[in-house]
């Protein structure tokens, strides 16, 4: 389907000449009346277009565009048998309430005693907005708040907005791990949306699994969707200095075990690190998932890096609500943005940002989600764990966040945030960055960021002068990982990137826990510390404990990091040289369950190498021995059963096997 943006010149402060006033107005008055009453299919379709005053900071006027509309002299799509969209095509809400029988009546009535009129129910597109507010989810306690301006929005254009909740993920609070719970509230997004009657969806995310559940849900639904990060909280600050979450509790751990820093001390720098709502302030996993969504074209411009608590939040919030009517409007899908070039510009944003290896597994999953295009059988935005390797190589890192540099998040708004990266990337580099790529705001990725500006060259760098010259994510293969292991470069010591050394062993978290400072154990400098059975089926849920804490004994030596290997997964807020979600995992008997005490193990990341050093023969032998471990808990019943039974390996993304696809967005069966 063919689609025009409509431009009316930069975003200015200045109110608009007679000619334009009356342009505007025209678009405003059709726009509403095609929402309302539906005209010819062959009239055209335009809306106000929606402009957010300074949220980027310090861009010229021109650069402040969020958001335009589009046009399009095609009629509305009809996929899986509802047609969709403005003008003569038929909204899949009115298969709800646009009936004048018993079901419509079932179905309009009892809203209505939330108070809604009548006419709400006619030709309005139902907009729902999916929220993940839970007070067991801190980062997301503003989401109430939020949502009632994405309501504003939405009423404004003409749309009729339903809050709706799903499951919430707090990553702090959550256990084992909010990652085993990440592929059911994505089934939760898919089911609520496919069930009831919305024609497009606000996806409130902001902890760190919330993006990736959402946005795999809607993807499976496919209709218009738009995401909107809840933004970081406020920066740390402890004493005289900045302190980032979840970085600073990993490195403050390490110096009470040090003996650098006192446990009191320690408790009391635990009430100046959170000041706000919103998520991680560092470029942890929340911080890049949110980066993500709008390298993939899911946000408007500018929605990773707005403060939480900042008004330009919520004015953000009241765009993407007029936004989302305009995207049925056009019959605007996630399959229409989320295209093979949306995933390869995300994967060289993220080597930029020095972005979490959380984003692997979920860009991987994502991307399975997506509707195959026409002649398609399957979608051709499916990305893999090598397309990691090669996309992000090449990519320097630009930001000075940490936990791989100095700033936050913050920090990282007032340089000029994400468009200011990707206007690095997309104009001062050769192709990285596919410019015409789609975006929910009917622009293309090079339109969005061509005027950004950077302000702070220390937090964000220009390309030719990096911050690091390595950012993408090292994609690691040998006989320790057959099907893959990844590595963040920017967040490693240099001196370890090529490294031999014995393996010290931990067959479980519990076992690590319980060893790791037992001075009998034969710890050195060069020993590489290997974790077992923590991956998607042995944790169950694959947790973030491969950052392991190093030894007292080493610390004390003045050691700061070793090579760590595992299955499991790290808090993108954490660093060091540490292997991770290798494949297949130990549970499984993949050769990573095979290591013993002393087996010398070699690193090399410029050659993307993990090696054991031990003969194909003794493996075999090691491997005819080999049981599954024993579980720690009862894995027999409900949710987690079927998580360990279908639950894929890391190098696919750790989704269930029979998610990967589409369904779409058809209307299920009447249930009266």
């Not at 400072?517 to 998607?536: A, I, K, T, Y």
Request: proline letters at 7%.
């Amino acid at each position: 389907m063919r689609r025009v943006a409509v431009s009316y010149g930069p975003a200015t402060l200045a109110p608009p000449s007679p000619k334009e006033a009356l342009t505007r107005g025209l678009a405003w008055w059709r726009g509403l009346h095609r929402l309302r009453s539906g005209s010819s299919p062959a009239a055209p379709r335009c809306a106000t277009r929606a402009v957010a005053s300074g949220l980027l900071p310090g861009a010229s006027a021109a650069s402040r565009l969020l958001a335009s509309t589009t046009s399009s002299s095609d009629g509305p799509t009809h996929r899986s048998g509802v047609a969709e969209g403005g003008g003569g095509g038929r909204l899949r809400s009115e298969e709800w309430f646009g009936k004048r029988d018993k079901d419509g009546f079932n179905h309009r009535s009892w809203m209505k005693n939330q108070g809604i009129p009548d006419d709400v129910f006619h030709g309005r597109p139902v907009i729902g907005i999916c929220n993940t507010w839970s007070e067991l989810t801190p980062c997301n306690a503003h989401f109430r708040k939020i949502a009632e301006w994405v309501k504003r929005g939405v009423w404004e254009m003409g749309g009729f907005p339903l809050e709706f909740p799903v499951m919430s993920l707090g990553e702090t609070l959550l256990r084992p791990t909010a990652m085993l719970y990440r592929n059911l509230v994505s089934m939760d997004v898919e089911e609520s949306i496919r069930g009831n009657p919305i024609d497009g969806v606000v996806l409130l995310t902001g902890c760190d699994k919330t993006t990736p559940a959402l946005l795999m849900g809607a993807a499976s639904v496919d209709v218009p969707s738009i995401v909107l990060p809840g933004g970081p909280m406020l920066n740390g600050r402890w004493r005289d200095q900045q302190i980032g979450s979840g970085t600073h509790v990993w490195k403050f751990d390490a110096m009470v075990r040090a003996g650098e820093l006192s446990l009191q001390d320690f408790m009391d720098a635990e009430s100046c690190m959170s000041r706000s709502a919103g998520h991680c302030m560092t470029m942890g996993t929340a911080s890049t998932m949110a980066s993500m969504v709008e390298a993939l074209g899911m946000t408007l411009p500018a929605a990773a890096a707005i403060p939480a608590v900042d008004a330009r939040r919520y004015t953000l919030a009241h765009l993407t609500g007029r936004r989302i009517v305009e995207m049925v409007k056009e019959n605007l899908r996630p399959s229409d943005i989320l295209t093979k070039k949306a995933f390869e510009n995300a994967i060289r944003v993220n080597g930029a940002i020095g972005g979490s290896t959380n984003a692997v597994l979920h860009l991987l999953s994502i991307s399975r989600r997506v509707r195959p295009r026409d002649g398609e059988t399957e979608s051709s935005a499916v990305v893999a764990l090598d397309d990691w390797d090669r996309l992000g190589r090449d990519v320097p890192c630009l930001v000075n966040l940490r936990p791989s540099g100095q700033y936050l998040m913050e920090d990282f708004y007032y340089a000029g945030g994400l468009p200011a990266v990707i206007h690095e990337l997309a104009f001062k580099a050769e192709g990285l960055i596919h410019q015409d790529a789609m975006t929910v705001n009917g622009r293309t990725m090079g339109e969005n960021v061509k005027e950004a500006k950077c302000w702070n060259r220390e937090v964000i760098t220009p390309i030719d002068q990096p911050f690091k010259l390595q950012g993408g994510i090292a994609v690691l293969r040998g006989n320790l990982a057959p099907d893959g292991a990844v590595l963040k470069p920017s967040a490693a010591s240099p001196h370890l990137m090529k490294h031999k050394g014995p393996a010290v062993v931990f067959n479980s978290i519990e076992d690590l826990r319980r060893r790791t400072d037992d001075p009998d154990l034969p710890f050195q400098p060069d020993s590489v510390m290997v974790l077992q059975n923590c991956g998607p089926q042995g944790y169950p849920g694959m947790a973030e404990v491969g950052n392991m804490p190093l030894p007292k004994k080493l610390l004390a030596q003045g050691v700061t990091d070793m090579v760590r290997i595992s299955d499991a997964r790290m808090s993108g807020t954490a660093y060091g040289t540490v292997v991770l979600h290798t494949a297949p995992e130990a549970a499984v008997g993949g050769p990573l369950a095979l290591v013993q005490d002393g087996d010398i193990i070699e690193l090399d990341v410029e050659q993307r190498l993990l090696h054991l050093h031990v003969s194909d023969k003794e493996l075999a032998a090691r491997k005819a021995k080999w049981t599954p471990p024993a579980n720690p808990d009862d894995r027999s019943r409900g949710y987690t059963s079927l998580y360990v039974k279908r639950v894929q390996q890391a190098n696919e993304g750790c989704d269930f096997d029979f998610l990967s696809g589409c369904s779409g967005d058809y209307v299920p069966r009447e249930n009266h």
